[in-house]
């Protein structure tokens, strides 16, 4: 079973929120926009009962205040032990259900289950047929054949009666789907049947899950491994009869043959309690194996010092609850593949707040890495602040948290297309792009992108924006490698809704290259045309909502009038930066007017 839908209303900055959901979500957005607030809603879902519905987690608006929170889910992809047993209450393969809660006049939180079902037409089909029980109506309907000739008709009865016609004319009964509240049987089997979630909060004490009790996930993993000792090991086996032999040995078959040491504790208990008038025995039980590992089980992490894993640096806490969740989810599916009984095994959802906390770049990208592997059997929900911990060219992964304003409240947008769809190419080059522009990803943290061409913009627009006193960190300048590049990172700025300024050189053709120009080469000139076209390119795929330009003539070196011979000693970059550091080289109107323009 997979979550492929989820809507939330009323939930703390959520008003009203939908979203579609794959196997694996990068959450990205502003602080304070509501990102933590879908995964906390999730967790309350995914609870049962309620124990976590407080006032203070309703939505709160300028005009309104929410009276009730509803979480509705759409799963999909439900084996064949989870379709048989939640049958009634799915519509073509699919499980769709919400939970509503509020507060009533007692300040007592409430809940209130919800499924879409597929119910037969005709009312009187129906368990909640209100005439059911009266005779001169029920023997006038098809079911009366179902129906015993005499005596009184119980809701079992009718209900029964329901379940033999629809065995004999189901074909004939015309079926429509209808939304059902706290249906017969529902929450009692749904909070079983669901996924599991496990929220991994941002500040997470490792040593809570390195206990062995509970549902830690170092319980859970030895929950998994002891189960499969203990059913395929021979030495598990006998130690398990050596236990029930110590507990003979010291109960006896019989009461006369109890060890005569605990018979006279009993005897002594008894006539303490003489006065009451009750009977006392105190029996043993056989320690359960699981038992046995809980209370002698522990981690120790030694990098050169022994100690206990509360001990460590927060990087390598954090790491091991990784560690953890991966080895936990591969000995899971282990079981399940290996065990010859069926169990029906409950799907997974992780979330993980900040994942990059305390881990350096090289294992931010890493555990991306991992999660994602993790992803292809249960599903990882991660919201974060870092560009490593998002990659390109998994864009359709990534959703955008915003929150425009109180009354909207948080929102959220995802790009479920292929961008480059049928453009085999572009796709091509869009990837590879990776390898020479690593701090791209930092594009969907921004509050604005300015698109460049190549390295020299990168490096001297922020330059002379301090040196000016327009400087913005929230604007990321992006360099796209190549005035050929530009469409590509415009596309993805487009799909996502993430304001933008592209500035590029305009490139025009020089005549001597012309045809009968005293430079004239084919190639060359062929060259030179393909580059000017690409300026009305650029334009056609801007989107004016959220975009524009700012096209250099010629281009954007000759306004920084850069020594040639610098340029070929050092390079257009190195040789740019080191003009203008000179606090006293003035920077051109024209220079200024596009840095202003960059940090507006």
């Not at 602080?31 to 309350?44: E, M, P, R, T, V």
């Not at 096209?551 to 390079?571: A, C, P």
Request: proline fraction near 5%.
């Amino acid at each position: 079973m997979k979550l492929r839908w989820l809507r939330i209303r009323g939930f703390r900055s959520i008003r009203d929120l939908s979203l579609d959901v794959d196997d694996f979500l990068c959450f990205i957005g502003q602080n304070n926009h509501g990102k933590s607030n879908i995964f906390y809603a999730l967790d309350l879902f995914f609870s049962s009962g309620t124990r976590k519905v407080a006032p203070d987690i309703f939505y709160r608006g300028p005009t309104e205040t929410a009276k009730e929170i509803v979480i509705e889910a759409r799963f999909e992809d439900l084996t064949d032990a989870e379709l048989k047993k939640l049958k009634p209450w799915t519509v073509n393969g699919c499980l769709i259900v919400s939970k509503k809660y509020w507060i009533d006049e007692n300040d007592k939180p409430q809940v209130a289950y919800e499924a879409v079902m597929e119910v037969p037409k005709d009312p009187w089909l129906r368990e909640d047929f209100p005439d059911y029980n009266k005779r001169e109506v029920v023997s006038q309907l098809p079911i009366a054949e179902f129906l015993p000739e005499t005596g009184r008709i119980t809701r079992k009865i009718y209900r029964d009666a329901i379940k033999q016609y629809l065995q004999t004319y189901r074909d004939k009964v015309e079926w429509v789907e209808e939304r059902r509240v706290n249906p017969a049987g529902f929450n009692q089997v749904l909070d079983g049947y669901l996924p599991e979630f496990h929220l991994v909060p941002a500040v997470r004490d490792v040593t809570e899950e390195t206990k062995t009790t509970g549902k830690t996930l170092l319980a859970r993993i030895l929950s998994v491994i002891v189960s499969r000792i203990a059913e395929q090991n021979p030495a598990f086996q006998r130690l398990r009869e050596t236990l029930q032999e110590i507990k003979k040995l010291i109960e006896g078959e019989r009461p006369e043959e109890k060890l005569a040491e605990i018979r006279e504790l009993e005897e002594r208990l008894a006539q303490e309690l003489k006065p009451w008038n009750v009977k006392l025995n105190i029996g043993i039980e056989t320690p359960d194996i699981m038992k046995l590992f809980q209370l002698g089980t522990n981690i120790t992490l030694d990098d050169g010092v022994p100690t206990g894993v509360g001990e460590k640096g927060h990087g390598l806490q954090r790491s091991l609850i990784f560690a953890l969740i991966r080895v936990w989810a591969a000995e899971s599916r282990r079981t399940q593949r290996e065990s010859s009984k069926e169990i029906r095994e409950r799907s997974h959802i992780f979330a993980f707040e900040e994942p990059e906390l305390f881990l350096h770049p090289q294992m931010c990208r890493a555990t991306y890495e991992s999660l994602k592997e993790i992803s292809k059997t249960d599903q990882i929900f991660i919201c974060t602040h870092s560009p490593y911990f998002i990659n390109m060219e998994d864009y359709r992964h990534i959703v955008i948290v915003r929150k425009p304003d109180l009354e909207t409240g948080t929102i959220v947008h995802r790009v479920s297309e292929e961008l480059f769809e049928g453009d085999v190419e572009k796709k091509k080059r869009f990837n590879m792009i990776r390898f020479f522009n690593p701090d791209r990803n930092e594009l969907f943290f921004a509050r604005k992108v300015v698109l460049v061409e190549g390295a020299t913009e990168k490096v001297v627009l922020p330059l002379l924006a301090r040196r000016i006193g327009c400087f913005d960190h929230t604007v990321s300048i992006i360099d796209c490698g190549s005035k050929f590049n530009l469409t590509l990172y415009i596309r993805v700025l487009n799909a996502f809704r993430i304001p933008y300024l592209v500035i590029y050189d305009e490139d025009p053709i020089d005549p001597e290259l012309r045809p009968g120009g005293p430079r004239y080469d084919p190639d060359k000139f062929k060259e030179a045309q393909r580059t000017f076209k690409e300026n009305e390119k650029i334009e056609n795929t801007i989107d004016p909502q959220i975009g524009e330009t700012m096209m250099i003539k010629d281009n954007f070196e000759s306004l920084l009038d850069i020594s040639k011979s610098r340029v070929e000693k050092i390079g257009k970059p190195l040789a740019a930066a080191e003009k203008f550091s000179n606090e006293n080289v003035e920077i051109p109107e024209d220079v200024k007017r596009i840095v202003r323009k960059v940090y507006e």
